[in-house]
Each structure stands twice: as structure tokens, then as C-alpha cells.
């Protein structure tokens, strides 16, 4: 079974910085898919970022960009810019290739950002 | 387009109730899920399906059934409610990528806030 890991339960970081949330995890798989996702305190699920395993290439959405270590099975989300509104809990998921219902999520890093 | 619909946001329950909390999607997709998110943690699966006809168990089952009996709906019976089923739930939806891969995000409801006492 896969598991995913974030170590920092929490981060801070000051408005207009750059933060760096981090992701483990582990599988046997070989083609896999990871995603980042933010849960405000509204608690709406929204997609951040996602990254396919078979790509070499860093995923990037304007402020947000990842850095996927495949052999570390490493997947670090980066904040830049910060902003009041990225205040949040972020979650990392890992999804194997051919199940698109079936995701196994982190326990969660909440950032805050200081004004 | 309303997404996934998710009924009811809120409900308390006394122990040994049933319910059954309700979703509902209006993207066609074909893979429909239930996750359960207590304080503090993430997300973690109890059911899923991928498609019409078709569930299977994710991570934490046990206490809960489900069925699909269309693409549309997917809902969640707590059969004998305990206070350890007290948590947050939430259903969420997908369709595959091209060539039946899973690429394609998971679409949320906005949660059912569950309270057995």
C-alpha cells in the first residue's frame, strides 16, 4: 500500500516570501500521479498542482511550483510570493496510474502568512 | 453545472442511528469516492467506485455500504452509527485521462459535518 508523508504540520511564512511545504512518499509503483491541494478554512478541496511520475519536467501554476525527486520520492510544494489568501491547509495526494478514484492523501501541512 | 452535490452539510446523530449521506455529480464522471477527514489528518478513503454497478473498498470500510446504481449518485449508509464515525465526510468525483490513465483531479463536495453522540 502507498503512503504519503508531510513532516511539517505546521509552516509560516511572511506575505511576499517563498515557502517550501514537503511531501514523502512511498510505493512500488512506477507510474503514479501527485497532486497538491489546498483546504481553506471554508473547507473546500481545490486543486493546487499536479505532476505526472513519467515527466522529468517540475509542474508550475503561476506562483506555485513543485519539486519532484523521483528516486528520493520526494514531492515539495513552492509557494512564491506569498499571499494572505494562500493561508491554508495544504495536502499532498498520490494516485496510482490506472485508478482515478482512489487516492491516498497526507495528514497535512497548515500554512499561515503573516501580514 | 453544480459539481458535487453533497447532502446534508450537517447532522447529529445518537449512536446505533443509520443514515445515509447523500452525493451526487452532474460531470458524468465514472469514478465517484468517499473519504472521511478527522481533526487534524488527512483524508482517508472508505469506498469507491468506477463506475455504474462497480464499488470497491478503500482504507477504512468497515461501518459504512455503499452502491451506484447510476453514474449520477453514490451515496454512503452508515449502518450503526458510532461515535468513532464522528468526522468530517466528503465525496468527490473523476473521470480518467486520455487512454484511461488517472491524471485527471478529483472534484470535492463541499463536506458533510457528522457528529454522533
Redesign the interface.
Known amino acids: 500500500a502507498q503512503t504519503?508523508t508531510?513532516s511539517q504540520?505546521e509552516m509560516s511564512v511572511q506575505e511576499a516570501e517563498t515557502v517550501t511545504l514537503s511531501c514523502t512518499y512511498d510505493t512500488s509503483e512506477s507510474d503514479y500521479?501527485l497532486?497538491w491541494y489546498k483546504q481553506p478554512p471554508?473547507?473546500?478541496?481545490i486543486?493546487v498542482i499536479?505532476q505526472?511520475a513519467y515527466k522529468q519536467q517540475n509542474a508550475t501554476e503561476n506562483r506555485f511550483s513543485v519539486n519532484f525527486q523521483k528516486a528520493a520520492k520526494s514531492f515539495s510544494l513552492k509557494i512564491s510570493d506569498s499571499q494572505l489568501g494562500d493561508a491554508a491547509m495544504y495536502?499532498c495526494a498520490y494516485?496510482?496510474?490506472?485508478?482515478?478514484?482512489?487516492?491516498?492523501?497526507?495528514?497535512?501541512t497548515t500554512l499561515t502568512v503573516k501580514p | 453545472n453544480a459539481g458535487v452535490t453533497q447532502t446534508p452539510k450537517f447532522q447529529v446523530l445518537k449512536t446505533g442511528q443509520s443514515m445515509t449521506l447523500q452525493c451526487a455529480q452532474d460531470m458524468n464522471h465514472e469514478y465517484m469516492s468517499w473519504y472521511r477527514q478527522d481533526p487534524g489528518m488527512g483524508l482517508r478513503l472508505i469506498h469507491y467506485s468506477v463506475g455504474a454497478g462497480i464499488t470497491d473498498q478503500g482504507e477504512v470500510p468497515n461501518g459504512y455500504n455503499v452502491s451506484r446504481s447510476t453514474t449520477e449518485d453514490f451515496p454512503l449508509r452508515l449502518l450503526s452509527a458510532a461515535p468513532s464515525q464522528t468526522s468530517v465526510y466528503f465525496c468527490a468525483s473523476s473521470r480518467s485521462g486520455t487512454g484511461g490513465v488517472s491524471n485527471q483531479p478529483q472534484h470535492f463536495g463541499d463536506g458533510t459535518r457528522l457528529s454522533i453522540l
Not at chain 1, 494516485?95 to 497535512?108: I, L
Open positions: 504519503v508531510q504540520p500521479y497532486f471554508s473547507r473546500q478541496m486543486l499536479r505526472e495536502f494516485r496510482s496510474r490506472t485508478n482515478a478514484g482512489k487516492s491516498t492523501f497526507g495528514d497535512g
